[in-house]
């Protein structure tokens, strides 16, 4: 596989990643988890963002099935944490891969 062909896998196993990304509502629940390092329940979460209960479990849903969360059980209560690891180093290897083939591309 050439260098192009992978950058090309590349971006299109990120599209998804990214597609979670533009939702400015995802985006208020990373930032408000990222606060809380312990973790959020949905009516927390909701107490923060004004949003009803299912469109935030709707939201928590695409976010953990993309990496972007999990939660932790607490008695009867599901507590959301970030866990943005492997999406970011996702993201940021195919920046790399991107930057490294321009440049190669402006050197040749």
Same mark, same amino acid.
């Given at each position: 596989? &050439?260098?192009?062909?992978? !950058?090309?896998?590349? $971006?299109?196993? =990120?599209?998804?990643?990214?597609?979670?990304?533009?939702?400015?509502?995802?985006?208020?629940?990373?930032?408000?988890?990222?606060?809380?390092? *312990?973790?959020?329940?949905?009516?927390?979460? /909701?107490?923060? !963002?004004?949003? *009803?209960?299912?469109?935030? *479990?709707?939201?928590?849903?695409?976010?953990?099935?993309?990496? $972007?969360?999990? $939660?932790?059980?607490? *008695?009867?209560?599901?507590?959301?944490?970030?866990?943005?690891?492997?999406?970011?180093?996702?993201?940021? &290897?195919? !920046?790399? /891969?991107?930057?490294?083939? =321009?440049?190669?591309?402006?050197?040749?």
């Amino acid at each position: 596989m &050439s260098q192009v062909e992978h !950058i090309q896998k590349q $971006f299109k196993e =990120c599209i998804p990643l990214l597609e979670v990304l533009t939702d400015v509502n995802r985006q208020a629940i990373i930032m408000l988890l990222g606060q809380h390092k *312990s973790g959020l329940n949905v009516n927390t979460i /909701a107490e923060h !963002i004004k949003l *009803s209960r299912p469109a935030i *479990s709707h939201h928590l849903k695409v976010l953990k099935q993309n990496g $972007f969360v999990n $939660f932790e059980k607490k *008695s009867v209560e599901n507590y959301y944490v970030l866990t943005l690891h492997q999406p970011l180093e996702q993201i940021k &290897s195919l !920046i790399t /891969a991107v930057e490294d083939e =321009c440049n190669r591309i402006q050197r040749d």
